[in-house]
């Protein structure tokens, strides 16, 4: 075993929460574990909305919290909703400091997107659809002078070291070759690795997010909250692409419509908001058009013309990989895995149930998101969580210490991850626990996820079966139906069960045994 000690913060992963901490933590030393070059593979990167914040003229933080709370279908934290919509602002005025080219208007103000269930356009954009790409570039280039920031590239986590309830250091190995492990022992660990979306077949997550990091913090022992909610966004563009590229709902925002095959506005008739109805109500009428062989489409002829090309790059750059013209024809969508509303269950200050821990962005459950995320709140909630917990790393630790830079070495080792494996895992998430859930998919999903998790042959791989498991288990046990969570077998939200979840990976391997012995 090979084991490295460091005075520097661990933070996994390097999407916008990890770089955006690593910088509020500056000048404390931080060791940031990536496993591609940074800027790549982060979900982060690839968020096509934005980021909403109450910047316009006659908005508040105060009706950017009620929409919050409204798209979270009764059980948002209304005092996290409070939080992070009030430091929205602060963050958009950082990042602009920092140099992101934020899309302006004549006078200077910020150009506001509208997306769906957001009583007003309020997201904050960058170049149409590049937010999530030119906020990254920004925090990289910042990040590549801030001395204080060593990044390790090519590595990834797949284990918590726990003593006594307490975090005291990570296991890494190589993310792109077969390595042994490497135990670096830290004063502090902040988890910012990303979601779960991909663990689903249909997702458009990139292909690293698959639960690991929320899987490694529930072998740890760490509590998880409200891992069944999963958010499925209803405009996948649908050409076979795996992960599926996004067509962003600022599309949608514009007045770009929904279609079928026969013609049909079908979203007309299922919701008074139409196609800006909350984005689980959209997902589900996709995802059953698409089952009944409709082939629902995204139509921005009419409202975009050829300003589709120009004004959202990203969707017109998709389009033309699969060989459709946007201009003249409408973009063929699926629903698909998207974000990850469970996570890490965090207190207000972004703490994990175990000591030392620390978890921001998507891997965490802060409360903000409840049932169903608001759009274009999960960069926000990313942004003011970061500095929340460098805030409370930098307390609990006290006064920065220099630190050497940290050589990493690896054992030798076969951990390589069974790649059929991780194929059948997703199908039977997409199958089973995907847009709509009934007890039946869920067993036989659990079932899968068993035989998968005796056969594992890596940390990874056992990593993404224990945040499948609490998926599916959650999906299981709650018996209605709420935001992303929608069960045929108990179609309507039971008011009762308007609480979060909070579990462990032990209660959930108890409800998967428990069913699996009574069928
Ligand atoms: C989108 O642009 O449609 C996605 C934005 C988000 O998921 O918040």
Not at 105 to 126: C, I
Not at 220 to 236: L, S, V
Request: aromatic residues 4%; proline residues 5%.
């Amino acid at each position: 075993m090979t084991t490295i000690e460091t005075q520097r913060v661990i933070i996994v992963g390097a999407g916008l929460g990890a770089l955006y901490a690593a910088l509020k933590l500056a000048p404390r030393p931080v060791l940031v574990i990536s496993p591609e070059t940074l800027g790549e593979g982060a979900s982060s990167a690839w968020a096509q909305g934005g980021v909403a914040a109450a910047m316009a003229k006659g908005d508040t933080p105060e009706a950017h919290a009620l929409d919050t709370k409204y798209a979270g279908a009764g059980t948002v934290d209304a005092e996290v909703a409070r939080l992070v919509t009030a430091e929205a602002r602060r963050h958009i005025l950082d990042l602009t400091d920092l140099g992101t080219p934020f899309d302006r208007d004549a006078s200077g103000g910020y150009v506001m997107s509208r997306e769906a269930a957001h009583s007003t356009a309020r997201v904050v954009r960058v170049k149409g659809d590049q937010a999530g790409r030119e906020i990254m570039q920004t925090l990289i280039a910042e990040v590549r002078q801030t001395p204080s920031v060593q990044v390790a590239e090519g590595v990834i986590a797949s284990g918590l070291e726990v003593e006594g309830g307490k975090v005291t250091g990570v296991w890494v190995e190589r993310a792109h070759e077969p390595s042994g492990r490497t135990l670096v022992r830290a004063p502090a660990v902040l988890l910012a690795g990303g979601g779960s979306g991909g663990l689903f077949a249909v997702t458009t997550n990139p292909p690293r997010i698959r639960g690991q990091v929320i899987g490694m913090a529930a072998r740890a022992g760490a509590r998880i909250a409200d891992p069944e909610f999963m958010q499925f966004h209803p405009t996948a563009i649908a050409t076979g692409e795996d992960p599926a590229p996004l067509a962003t709902e600022a599309l949608r925002g514009e007045g770009a419509i929904l279609i079928n095959n026969r013609g049909e506005r079908f979203m007309l008739a299922v919701h008074e908001l139409a196609e800006l109805a909350p984005r689980d109500i959209v997902a589900r009428a996709v995802y059953l058009e698409r089952q009944a062989g409709r082939e629902p489409a995204l139509d921005t002829r009419a409202v975009l013309g050829d300003e589709v090309l120009t004004r959202f790059p990203a969707v017109a750059e998709a389009c033309k990989r699969a060989g459709i013209d946007p201009v003249s024809q409408p973009i063929p969508v699926a629903a698909a895995a998207h974000y990850h509303m469970g996570g890490v269950d965090t207190d207000h200050e972004g703490r994990a149930s175990l000591d030392n821990l620390w978890v921001c962005g998507e891997a965490s459950s802060t409360g903000l998101h409840g049932a169903n995320r608001l759009a274009s709140n999960g960069l926000l909630e990313a942004l003011v969580y970061a500095r929340i917990c460098a805030l409370g790393i930098g307390k609990a630790l006290g006064a920065p210490a220099p630190a050497d830079l940290v050589t990493l070495s690896f054992p030798p080792g076969t951990e390589a991850i069974d790649e059929a494996a991780v194929a059948c895992l997703r199908h039977a998430m997409t199958d089973g626990v995907g847009v709509v859930r009934d007890a039946e998919g869920l067993t036989d999903t659990l079932r899968v996820i068993a035989g998968i998790e005796a056969e594992a042959t890596s940390e990874s791989m056992r990593n993404m079966t224990a945040t499948a498991t609490l998926i599916a288990a959650a999906a299981l046990r709650r018996r209605e139906s709420r935001g992303g969570h929608y069960r045929s077998d108990y179609p309507q939200a039971d008011p009762a069960q308007a609480e979060r979840t909070h579990m462990t990976l032990a209660e959930a391997l108890e409800i998967r045994t428990r069913a699996l012995e009574e069928t």
